[in-house]
């Protein structure tokens, strides 16, 4: 269940719960404009937005208008564009993009002191009693690298590329039970459920999905990033359709002489992301359901 509403926003004079569908509740308030809101500053974001104000896919991200102080005067805010605020009872989905959700950096320190965990092990066989090996069964313990590989693999991340993080429907309820769905058919069941009484989406999304890919073609940004984390966020009413990328806290410049093409195989330290198969699998999924 999606703990929410952490405020109202208003635009155009309408007062209507803000949704929220991952991170932490605190992460997020109302902006001081109209049509914006705040998110809880983290320099590497801040450092993305200044670069992606720049570059072809500015139309594909919230517009970032700067960093202000928050009113408690404490912590500073990145002041984004609020992408729910021309929707109308909006149904929004979040997917996390990539074959990977964390860093290379994140795995080489998590292999640095690798020791056995009881409490890894133990989430591990909860969702899946033969996942361990004979080996960690008898140890009753994972160790961390393990676990954060093996991770991505129950959700859809390792396979198509991309997960569900959580879906706000238009009934107004929601979830973030999407841990487990890992298969193209268990996707599409939560997509037609999604757009269920909102035909005129599929097509939008689908028109909106092949011009952002389009412009990752030609993008220096994606060119120089490898993008971890980020998610592509899908919102709907009863009139439109629109997707845009967003969190880039974890998107960080490639290091020096290293390139991607975001659709090889990632193998430890090649820096892949698979953002592109991720991309490539959500166009092919919609397609599919067009079609059906
Ligand atoms: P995490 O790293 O756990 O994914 P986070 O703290 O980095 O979380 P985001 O992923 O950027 O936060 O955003 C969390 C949620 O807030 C999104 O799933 C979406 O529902 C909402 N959200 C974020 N940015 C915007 C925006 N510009 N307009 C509207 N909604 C947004
Ligand atoms: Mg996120
Ligand atoms: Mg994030």
Redesign the pocket.
């Known amino acids: 269940i999606v703990q929410w509403t952490p405020f109202f926003q208003t635009y155009k004079k309408q007062r209507y719960p803000w949704v929220q569908l991952?991170?932490h509740q605190g992460n997020f308030k109302a902006g001081p404009d109209q049509g914006t809101i705040l998110k809880k500053l983290c320099t590497k974001e801040e450092k993305c937005f200044k670069i992606l104000m720049r570059d072809v896919l500015r139309p594909y991200v919230p517009e970032f208008r700067g960093v202000v102080g928050g009113d408690d005067g404490d912590c500073e805010y990145l002041q984004l564009q609020d992408l729910l605020s021309d929707f109308i009872s909006p149904c929004v989905m979040?997917c996390?993009i990539g074959v990977r959700t964390y860093l290379e950096e994140e795995l080489a320190k998590a292999k640095e002191k690798p020791k056995l965990r009881k409490d890894m092990y133990e989430k591990m066989c909860q969702i899946d009693k033969c996942a361990p090996t004979d080996e960690e069964h008898r140890l009753k313990g994972v160790t961390k690298p393990r676990y954060m590989v093996w991770r991505e693999t129950i959700s859809s991340t390792a396979m198509l590329g991309f997960r569900i993080?959580g879906i706000r429907r238009s009934d107004g309820t929601s979830s973030k039970d999407f841990k487990t769905t890992r298969t193209r058919e268990q996707i599409m069941k939560a997509f037609r459920d999604f757009t269920d009484g909102f035909p005129h989406a599929i097509p939008k999304y689908i028109q909106r999905l092949k011009a952002v890919k389009a412009t990752l073609d030609s993008s220096t940004f994606f060119a120089t990033h490898e993008m971890i984390?980020?998610?592509l966020l899908f919102v709907h009413d009863r009139f439109n359709a629109n997707v845009w990328l967003?969190?880039f806290?974890k998107t960080v410049s490639l290091p020096e002489n290293t390139t991607t093409d975001h659709n090889s195989k990632w193998i430890v330290g090649n820096h892949e992301d698979g953002y592109l198969i991720g991309l490539n699998n959500l166009i092919s999924i919609f397609v599919t359901m067009l079609e059906q």
């Open positions: 991952a991170g979040d996390k993080e984390g980020s998610s967003i969190d806290a």
